[in-house]
């Protein structure tokens, strides 16, 4: 059982381009959405975190949307960078279960010049 | 350098072997996980802890038993390896209360783990 469904498995942006990746939910009990990026041979990184009181949050060029209604959040990447390749995961989390995250099954990006 | 320590970084199992993962950290965090990594099926959760002295299961545990008898420290052990357990496995750790970023996660960089 999949709870958070991430697409696409792979995209290919041109630089300076806008990276857009989605993420959909199942369960609404979950309160907190973070993206981590992961480049190759080292653990996934803590990128941008949302809750579901706001509809959007941005650093710098990286933004989520939140749409909680449609139980989705996106990830945009504005002006995309080679050094941005890299593997996003979205994941989500509930309170009062060990801060326990269920991460989407990622997304390779690769940003060509 | 503060962080999330595993070691090994590569390890080579024989079916049926057995071995231990460890995973340090020293932010005095008080949650710590294991989760593996396979392609195509992003990080599942093996085990967790929300303290000192205990363990609980997450969402694929069979296989595997973790112990944490410090606070820092967070193993993971295979009793009789199987090519099934081929895979990269991550450690991470929170500091377990607060609200975000609190609920933030550092990661350790990984252990890849091949059975034969």
């Known amino acids: 059982q999949q709870q958070v469904k991430q697409s696409p498995q792979s995209l290919i942006v041109q630089k300076g381009g806008i990276s857009i990746i989605n993420c959909a939910y199942e369960?609404?009990?979950?309160?907190?959405f973070p993206w981590y990026q992961q480049f190759p041979g080292k653990g996934p990184a803590l990128l941008i975190a949302?809750?579901?009181?706001?509809s959007e949050k941005k650093e710098g060029r990286f933004t989520i949307s939140f749409n909680k209604s449609a139980k989705q959040f996106s990830l945009h990447i504005m002006d995309s960078q080679p050094g941005d390749s890299a593997t996003y995961f979205c994941a989500a989390s509930m309170a009062g279960t060990a801060s326990k995250l269920t991460f989407g099954t990622g997304t390779r990006l690769q940003v060509t010049l | 350098n503060a962080g999330v320590t595993q070691t090994p970084k590569f390890r080579v199992l024989k079916t049926g072997q057995s071995m231990t993962l460890l995973c340090a950290q020293d932010m005095n965090h008080e949650y710590m996980y294991w989760y593996r990594q396979d392609p195509g099926m992003g990080l599942r959760l093996i085990h967790y802890?929300?303290?000192?002295?205990?363990?609980a299961k997450g969402e694929v545990p069979d296989g595997y038993n973790v112990s944490r008898l410090k606070k820092q420290n967070f193993l993971l052990g295979l009793e009789s390896a199987a090519p099934s357990q081929t895979s990269v496995y991550f450690c991470?750790?929170?500091?377990?209360?607060?609200?975000?970023?609190?609920?933030?996660?550092?990661f350790g960089s990984g252990t890849r783990l091949t059975v034969v």
């Open positions: 369960n609404t009990a979950f309160d907190y």
């Open positions: 802890s929300v303290g000192e002295g205990t363990t």
């Open positions: 991470a750790s929170s500091p377990g209360t607060g609200r975000p970023p609190h609920y933030g996660y550092t």
């Open positions: 949302i809750r579901p009181d706001v």
